[in-house]
């Protein structure tokens, strides 16, 4: 049973636009989230961090928003640009746990 | 700087064979890692270890042994390969966040992967 799930596999965007990739999650006990991004044949690299006291968290052009009672997350990257092209995850975890559980996965594809 | 290095980058095996994936951390991170990836599938936790002497199992652990000596080290172990077990394989380390007083481990820091293939 998926607990974290990304619904869209892959999204394409033009270059300057805004790119919008969600996750949604079952368990209300989630309290931290994340957002990593993967280039081919290399490890996932942190991106950005929210934590559930939260609603916004922005750094640079990415935005992550969490809504709790959707039990919702989205990234927001605005302007989008050609090397953001990769796989995203988002992650999540509960406090004390020290895991997180991954969800699978959207390939961005920003068109120059 | 080397960060989370893993061994060997790219291995084939036959059906039943063992073989261990080395993980070596230098950045005296606590909680270690292992995650494999499926081609269209997200991160899937096998085992981790929030120090020396401590490990548990993620959500795939069958198949699969961990043991940690080390602060460093944190090996992975396929007694019996399958063909279920080609992926490929991440490793991970991180810390305790100061932000939330240690309650929720920082974000992961990832070795480059090692891609398993059981024929």
């Known amino acids: 049973d998926q607990q974290v799930k990304q619904n869209s596999p892959s999204l394409s965007v033009q270059e300057g636009r805004i790119s919008i990739l969600n996750c949604d999650y079952t368990?209300?006990?989630?309290?931290?989230f994340l957002w990593y991004k993967k280039y081919p044949a290399e490890g996932p690299t942190f991106l950005i961090s929210?934590?559930?006291?939260?609603d916004k968290n922005e750094d640079g052009r990415f935005t992550v928003f969490l809504n709790k009672s959707a039990k919702h997350l989205s990234l927001h990257i605005v302007p989008s640009q050609p090397g953001d092209s990769a796989v995203y995850f988002c992650a999540v975890t509960t406090s004390g746990t020290y895991k997180y559980i991954f969800g699978t996965g959207t390939r961005l594809k920003v068109l120059a | 700087n080397a960060g989370v290095t893993q061994t060997p980058k790219f291995r084939i095996l036959k059906i039943g064979q063992s073989m261990t994936l080395q993980c070596t951390q230098d950045m005296n991170h606590n909680y270690m890692y292992w995650y494999r990836q499926d081609p269209g599938m997200g991160l899937k936790l096998i085992y981790y270890?929030?120090?020396?002497?401590?490990?548990d199992k993620g959500e795939v652990p069958n198949g699969y042994n961990v043991s940690r000596s080390t602060t460093e080290d944190f090996p992975l172990r396929l007694e019996l390969a399958a063909p279920s077990q080609t992926s490929v394989y991440f490793c991970a380390s991180s810390y305790p966040d100061p932000r939330t007083s240690g309650s929720v481990t920082g974000e992961l820091f990832f070795g480059e992967g090692s891609r398993l293939t059981v024929l």
């Open positions: 270890s929030v120090g020396a002497g401590i490990t």
């Open positions: 929210i934590s559930s006291i939260k």
């Open positions: 368990n209300s006990m989630f309290d931290y």
